[in-house]
């Protein structure tokens, strides 16, 4: 069983930064894909990021793509989402996520408020 613990999110103004992080219970936290997807009411789950078990390949979302990074620490079983030149439209709830052995695990969610 993997246990996804996210860190809090926060209000931020048009144009500013964020960083979120999550940390993954148990020792093989490297042979994990990582991602995060997030949820905005009335908008589909979108998936923004995800990076592979080494961190050397990446996918963005067209939509983040430029403004968001993601990066991991296998040392410290965390992955990170920088997030920069926010918009209001990336208001929503913020997951990270893994499937290990065909099952999908996530965090507990972070909200992420982008005031225009």
């Known amino acids: 069983q993997v246990q ?19 940390t993954a219970s148990g020792r093989t936290f490297s042979s994990y894909r990582m991602g995060w997807f997030r949820q905005a009411p009335g908008k589909n789950r979108e998936t923004v990021a995800a990076i592979s078990r080494s961190g050397y390949t990446t996918y963005y979302a067209d939509s983040v793509k430029d403004r968001f990074a993601i990066s991991r620490d296998n040392a410290n079983n965390t992955v990170y989402l920088q997030m920069s030149s926010l918009k209001p439209e990336d208001t929503a709830v913020y997951y990270c996520y893994t499937i290990v052995s065909g099952r999908a695990y996530w965090g507990q969610g972070t909200q992420v408020t982008v005031s225009s």
Do not use: A, T
């Not at 996804?4 to 999550?22: A, E, K, M, T």
């Open 4 to 22: 996804l613990v996210q860190s809090r999110g926060g209000l931020v103004q048009s144009g500013g930064s964020l960083r979120l992080s999550c």
